[in-house]
T-cell receptor, first 116, second 115 residues
């Protein structure tokens, strides 16, 4: 069990560019979540996958944001036409479907995005 | 929808002193409750959770939290803190409806343990 991994850890981009982040969940975890965290705030939910199906989306997920989990394993989060307000830490988490541990979301280290 | 309020953004405390980090929530449905901790330069880690049963839950490193339904609170306590407890602590809730799995977090409380 190597934990949730995210790539890249840091990304600097210019306003208007597109960026894509990757998340690899803990092996055999069927649920995967994306959150966004800005300075001084707690994480805010963006979206959730069970296997490859995207089951829940936040109003925060504007039409510039898209997330995929094509084979039910890793996931990508793409932001098109980035804006300075997109600067934040993007967190990925995963959880198991098994027993008492299914309520625990395990978080990755995050991808810090800075839009100039 | 749910919301979480952590009234204290920072809590300075001396080593070996007791501490309480406050968490209040609002929800129209039943919720599960969580405390996550974020140590400097590390990711979020689950500290403890309340799902059902005994309203007092404990972590392996001496923290405890008590679910109080009438006061809609889930305060985190430790009788004697260590320097290593310095971190940011987040309270979170989730509706018990299995179709909704999003966690709603508070804004966090920074615990600063001083020698």
């Amino acid at each position: 069990d190597t934990g949730v991994s995210q790539d890249p850890r840091h990304k600097i981009t210019k306003r208007g560019q597109n960026v894509t982040f990757r998340c690899d969940p803990i092996s055999e975890h069927n649920r995967l979540y994306w959150y966004r965290q800005t300075l001084g705030q707690g994480p805010e939910f963006l979206t959730y996958f069970q296997n490859e199906a995207q089951l829940e989306k936040s109003r925060l997920l504007s039409d510039r944001f898209s997330a995929e989990r094509p084979k039910g394993s890793f996931s990508t989060l793409e932001i098109q036409r980035t804006e300075q307000g997109d600067s934040a830490m993007y967190l990925c988490a995963s959880s198991s479907k098994r027993g008492g541990d299914q309520e625990t979301q395990y978080f990755g280290p995050g991808t810090r995005l800075l839009v100039l | 929808a749910q919301s979480v309020t952590q009234l204290d953004s920072q809590v300075p405390v001396f080593e070996e002193a007791p501490v309480e980090l406050r968490c209040n929530y609002s929800s129209s449905v039943s919720v599960y409750l969580f405390w996550y901790v974020q140590y400097p330069n590390q990711g979020l880690q689950l500290l403890l959770k309340y799902l059902s049963g005994s309203t007092l839950v404990e972590s392996i490193n001496g923290f405890e939290a008590e679910f109080n339904k009438s006061q809609t609170s889930f305060h985190l306590r430790k009788p004697s803190v260590h320097i290593s407890d310095t971190a940011e602590y987040f309270c979170a809730v989730r509706a018990t409806d299995t179709g909704r799995r999003a966690l709603t977090f508070g804004s966090g409380t920074r615990l600063q343990v001083q020698p």
